[in-house]
């Protein structure tokens, strides 16, 4: 394009921005946050960096949770050789040293600091220079290159465009170019050091100063979230609807224990059974009710040697209470409730012992991954097992949207090409090759973590390969502490006390270290960290492993999602082989199961802009390359809830779907309208029977009657919904599908 083109272009540009709202290339725009629009400042900064020829930046404030999600196209930008220059400030003392190390280590960016107490001066700016040949693309407004300003904040800028002669932009080079050059204006090398020493003092002494302030009273401040409100008061409705089965179905990290201690004080439950399936989750559960209760109940652990049977709350491993020895101390009425942690476990027969033992007043099953590939098998459906009976359900989306989980950026990474899902690319030498643990250190020190050491789990293939990974990291030397990895294989074997010392190591700070426990960086693992596992300190997730299930990605993901003090986001690393299953990564992270194909390759380009929150998603070109390809050659139809079981898992769908029209129902207080799920060519007699096993009554009459269209990719014998509310907006009827149609 000519330069008489491009002026004509903008000369267009400004006619749309301010007259008929024409979608052209070079008009000005408003930038904002709002994921639910795909609007977030970041994705414009990221757009604008992909396709310029040289940027400058001049912002207050940059912190790791600013610059992290932006690592993996500054690296791109490194090798194709695209020069930036980038200012910042010592106003407050608030950027962060780490940050400032980690962009000045890019050899393609140059960074700068104007001293405000030299100059005496404050310095506000926030500005996003990037140029294209002759021009310039400028974002300007509030946004600084912090976490929330540059994906959730309310935060007002403008993109304006302009030649390299249009005054707009001669004034704003002009501008950056004088402090730029200023007196006042440093050279890493000339700041760095005093300055990181200021920011520590100054860091420390605010530290102290808030622990002078505030008086720090857990049991005091302790309250419920908004998803434990909105579990007990449908809980207390199931109760009072006469059920004795209810389902929690919550996202790790959302507080699935403390909302059911808040239920069980809130209903006035005297004895209560909390089942595990490991001893150190019994004590960890304990240590939770304890905070909310006090010592207005007592409690007891039946596990590990403890044998503390006639508490008021027990907290009991499913092994220990599977013998005989131990359960015929109680007789079936023992308890007014009993609770089942990690409940897609408990179609096991040592849970159904146990469940066919007793008879409460209430079963609670917990879990943040009810669906199972198994469903479909008589007594294996755990929808089923709790009478379909859903309290509340809120998945990974949601909580985040919720604010209830720690953010996290996800980086999509190209592994080796030797890894695969071929025989010959699972040689163990080459999962285990000197160049591959190189190739996973390097990334892992570039896309650190959050914190002031790194607290990590890696997910592997198999168990002879986290003990060999191990092994090696454990050789080579950390590049950010002087000193060799400290590692530890962790699997099926290790004992409750192996496993519950390596969740201490990995949590423990330098200063703690003695000479009987040391300080992990990473405990390596092939599944059983997928669930019950809580250390909230964990700081960066990486995956070594093909995506075989969505659900075991989101466990895994899960393991960093708990928000900890100190902790500002975690960074999850998946290193993307060959694998067919590679089109598993998009379903898992956008939690879309309409099997659309454009919908996934949709999310790999732009799943950053929607992802609700501060959290962020990139692949690197490889990895969409891999991910698309696999998208391509896979076949729906053989995934285990679709296809030639399409039948049967519709059986199952409806019944979900009546749970769920009972819990949207809950939502909307409603006695008489309902929103009741109907089969394909279904009579009234057969309705009537679905309204029965759901609680339901069938109206009479029926005005405001709306009939959908077949929801996609679900069979026929379910397809359609009828909705009996005149006030059902057409937002929450979208919402209501999207929990139906999972």
Known sequence: MGMQEKLQELRNGFETAYIDKTNLAYKPQFISNDYKQGKKVLSSIEDELMTCDQFQISVAFIT????????????????????????????????????????????????????????????????????????????????????????????????????????????????????????????????????????????HQRDIAGQEKIVSLEKYNLKPNSMQIAFITNLKKIIDAGKNRALLISATGTGKTYASAFAMRELGFKRVLFLVHRGQLARQTKKSYERVFEKSVSMGLVCGGYREYNADYVFATVQTLNRDEHLLQYNKNAFDCIILDEAHHVTADTYQKIMKHFEPKLWLGMTATPDKRDDNIAGKNVYELFNYQ??????????????????????????????????????????????????????????????????????????????????????????????????????????????????????????????????????????????????????????LRPTQSPIVFIQQLGRGLRKADGKEYVVILDFIGNYCNNFMIPIALSGDRTYNKDNFRRYVMEGGRIIPGASTVHFDEVSKKRIFESIDKANFNDIPDHGSGLRRVGARLHHRRIARCNRINQRFHGKEERIVPRAHNQHRSQRRRLHKASGTKLRQRRPHVLLLGKVPHIPNHVGNLVVHHADFTHKALVGALSQICL
């Not at 309310?154 to 707009?168: F, P």
């Not at 890493?188 to 050091?193: I, K």
């Not at 330098?510 to 019950?532: H, R």
Request: aromatic share 10%; hydrophobic share 35%.
């Open 390 to 543: 859903i309290a509340y359900e809120i998945r990974l989306q949601q909580a985040m949207e919720d604010k209830l989980l720690c953010p996290f950026h996800y980086f999509g990474i190209t592994d080796l090409s030797i890894i695969g899902d071929d025989k010959a690319d699972h040689d163990f030498s080459m999962l285990t090759s000197d160049e591959r643990v190189k190739h996973i250190i390097e990334k892992s020190c570039y896309y650190g973590y959050s914190g002031d050491k790194v607290r990590g789990l890696i997910f592997c293939s198999s168990i002879k390969e986290t003990q060999e990974l191990s092994h090696k990291f454990n050789s080579i030397v950390n590049p950010e502490t002087g000193k060799c990895y400290s590692t530890i294989a962790l699997n099926g074997d290790a004992t409750e006390q192996e496993r519950q010392s390596a969740f201490e190591r990995l949590a423990m700070n330098e200063n703690e270290a003695n000479t009987d426990n040391q300080p992990l960086d990473y405990i390596f693992s092939v599944e059983i960290l997928n669930e019950g596992v809580d250390i909230v300190e964990v700081n960066q997730v990486i995956m």
């Open 64 to 203: 790791m949770g600013g610059i992290t999600p932006l690592l993996q196209i500054l690296q791109e930008l490194e090798e194709k050789g695209i020069k930036g220059e980038i200012l910042t400030t010592n106003y407050l003392s608030f950027s962060e040293p780490e940050a400032l190390k980690t962009l000045n280590a890019l050899s393609n960016i140059t960074l700068k600091m104007y001293d405000v107490d030299k100059s005496g001066e404050g310095f506000h700016t926030k500005g996003y220079i990037f140029r294209t040949g002759e021009v310039y693309q400028i974002i300007i407004g509030s946004s600084n290159m912090t976490s929330t300003a540059l994906t959730s904040n309310q935060e007002w800028n403008t993109r304006i465009i302009s030649t390299e002669h249009g005054k707009m932009a001669e004034e704003i080079i002009s501008e950056f170019d004088r402090l730029w050059n200023s007196q006042h204006t440093f050279g890493f090398d000339d700041f760095y050091e005093n300055y990181k020493e200021e920011y520590n003092i100054v860091k």
